[in-house]
Nanobody, 122 residues
Framework: VQLQASGGGLVQAGGSLRLSCAAS????????MGWFRQTPGKEREFVAS????????VYIDSVKGRFTISRDNAKNTMYLQMNSLKPEDTAVYYC????????????????WGQGTLVTVSS
């Protein structure tokens, strides 16, 4: 499956952005999906994940209550709605796909999209 992330940009603290991840190729609905992020000099960090049927979602604590992961299998697209953004959310955000249950283990994700940059100004 090929993944294409988009929707990044510059936003002020407290603002919102919605990231999208469009999939093509193999059946999108077969995969659990996830969002990761990375800042310069740091390891890539898990952000959120969603099961193939949207019945199960997982978030890191720092984004709970602010970010919402969702997907539309009919459109082969996953989303990350980011509200109440903070400067520490600044990063390149990546989408990824894996077989099985949603989760934060980066090594279990077989397919990755290119990143989209989110910059939150204070």
């Amino acid at each position: 499956v090929q993944l294409q992330a988009s929707g990044g940009g510059l936003v002020q603290a407290g603002g919102s952005l919605r990231l999208s991840c469009a999939a093509s190729g193999r059946t999108f609905s077969s995969y659990a999906m996830g969002w990761f992020r990375q800042t310069p000099g740091k390891e890539r960090e898990f952000v959120a994940s969603i099961s193939w049927d949207s019945s199960n979602t997982v978030y890191i604590d720092s984004v709970k209550g602010r970010f919402t992961i969702s997907r539309d299998n009919a459109k082969n697209t996953m989303y990350l709605q980011m509200n109440s953004l903070k400067p520490e959310d600044t990063a390149v955000y990546y989408c990824a796909a894996r077989i099985g249950v949603p989760g934060g283990e980066e090594g279990r994700y077989a397919y990755w999209g290119q990143g989209t940059l989110v910059t939150v100004s204070s």
